[in-house]
């Protein structure tokens, strides 16, 4: 079936960049949407960035202008580049799927609606 591969995780500084991969496999429906959640210790999961099957992307508002998806089609894998990062960016952040969708039901951005899901990242910023 699905499977969903993260990497790229690690620890850098402040206003540090990092890169997170999601390698997917088993993938092929014709409408899909795949995203970013993330989730720290102590707070509840939150919808990072999403992308529908036609490019459609869409950003939680503290990550606009700094995060930023692309596709890697290839390969099957989807990046998230990740610039300018704070000490509040701190997370374990996955990678999640869902097929057979709508363009406004993959930009809610709302973690209940994936069906798969990877195994996580650990991002960390120090200041």
């Known amino acids: 079936q699905v499977h969903l591969v993260e990497s790229g995780g690690g620890s850098v500084q402040a206003g540090g960049s990092l890169r997170l991969s999601c390698a997917a496999s088993?993938?092929?429906?014709?409408?899909?949407?795949m995203g970013w959640f993330r989730q720290a210790p102590g707070k509840e999961r939150e919808g990072v960035a999403a992308?529908?099957?036609?490019?459609?992307?869409n950003y939680a508002d503290s990550m606009k202008g700094r995060f930023t998806l692309s596709q890697d089609n290839a390969d099957n894998t989807l990046y998230l580049q990740m610039n300018s990062l704070k000490p509040e960016d701190t997370a374990m952040y996955y990678c999640?799927?869902?097929?057979?969708?709508?363009?406004?039901?993959?930009?809610?951005?709302?973690?209940?609606?994936?069906?798969?899901w990877g195994q996580g990242a650990q991002v960390t910023v120090s200041s």
């Open positions: 999640a799927a869902t097929a057979e969708v709508w363009r406004g039901y993959c930009m809610g951005l709302i973690s209940r609606r994936y069906k798969y």
């Open positions: 088993g993938f092929t429906y014709t409408n899909y949407c």
């Open positions: 992308i529908f099957t036609d490019g459609t992307t």
